[in-house]
């Protein structure tokens, strides 16, 4: 009786583990050893490319700074509304 109590209260403490920790998590844009580029032009879209690797036609590295990290992350959603242009400048959509 005694055990099947210890087994029972470990489930217990292990489902509220389980629930509190998951709250922190935030999804990553790209998996580790990538990074996130932007698409050129108003069209908007992202990919994500090898570190060492430089992006191609028709992507380009984020501004230094402005690099989302994590899903709705403060760039993530700034770039939702605004894209790159073939000057690199910061454009509106």
Not at 28 to 48: H, K, L, N, R
Not at 70 to 80: A, G, I, L, M
């Amino acid at each position: 009786m005694r055990t099947r109590i210890m087994i029972v209260l470990a489930g217990v403490g292990l489902g509220g583990l389980l629930l509190t920790s998951g709250c922190g998590y935030r999804e990553s844009i790209c998996s580790d050893g990538e990074y996130p580029a932007i698409a050129v032009g108003g069209q908007g879209g992202s990919a994500c490319f090898p570190d060492g690797q430089e992006p191609t036609a028709p992507y380009v590295r984020y501004p230094q700074g402005k690099v989302p990290q994590h899903v709705d992350d403060e760039w993530d959603v700034y770039w939702r509304d605004h894209g790159i242009d073939a000057n690199g400048a910061i454009i509106e959509r």
